[in-house]
């Protein structure tokens, strides 16, 4: 079967750092994407790998290990506007976007 | 402002009432999709479709229908509710033909009751 794993919640404090990390088991792979939701809202694009290393955008890097068929999000200069879910997915052999159930990220002051 | 709608923003429906979810982009994108969201579950992929004329069941079909008679508009029909279809619904798009990996936009999602 097809399986997206990240940790259910995790905990930062503002202006810290936070790795959000997912591992994948797809039938295939056409590319990794993750997403930002706030509560209440829907999901907004943020990066996508398709392959391996590391891509940076502002605050927020994304990095894909095919071989191990692991990703994290980093997270850098946490703010408190942060605090939200990250969703990773995972665009299968059928072109079809497989998502785990997302990480809750909470931020400290 | 360019994006996708969806109406109602929420509703309560009484369990064997039919009820049709709406869904209309200005993006002139190719692709619509429909999921539902749960808690603890990931987005869970209802129906698709690839372009106008065509549509496709994703991995929880059952007890939903679509249609896609024009580009814009992708609504989502609920013959007979059910309180398993108490859910966040949420309609997406993408700028994609069908094998082609690109990036998928959401609405702000309908939040549906079935008592």
């Known amino acids: 079967g097809q399986n997206i794993d990240q940790p259910t919640e995790m905990t930062a404090t503002e202006g810290a750092i936070v790795q959000i990390n997912c591992t994948y088991q797809?039938?295939?792979?056409?590319?990794l994407f993750w997403y930002q939701q706030h509560a209440g809202e829907a999901p907004t694009f943020l990066s996508y790998n398709v392959l391996d290393g590391l891509e940076e955008k502002g605050r927020f890097s994304s990095f894909l290990s095919r071989s191990k068929g692991y990703s994290y999000l980093l997270l850098k200069e946490l703010q408190m506007k942060d605090s939200a879910s990250y969703l990773c997915a995972v665009m299968d052999s059928n072109y079809q976007l497989i998502w785990g159930a997302g990480t809750k990220l909470i931020i400290k002051p | 402002i360019a994006g996708i709608t969806q109406a109602p923003t929420s509703q309560i429906l009484a369990a064997g009432r039919r009820m049709t979810l709406r869904c209309t982009q200005d993006m002139r994108h190719n692709a619509m999709y429909w999921y539902r969201q749960d808690l603890g579950l990931g987005l869970r992929l209802i129906h698709y479709?690839?372009?106008?004329?065509?549509?496709g069941k994703g991995e929880v079909p059952d007890g939903y229908s679509v249609s896609r008679a024009n580009t814009d508009d992708f609504p989502l029909t609920l013959a007979s509710a059910v309180p398993s279809q108490t859910s966040v619904y949420f309609c997406a798009s993408s700028d994609s033909t069908s094998g082609v990996t690109d990036t998928q936009y959401f609405g702000p999602g309908t939040r549906l009751t079935v008592l």
């Open positions: 479709s690839n372009t106008a004329g065509t549509t």
């Open positions: 797809t039938s295939g792979f056409n590319g």
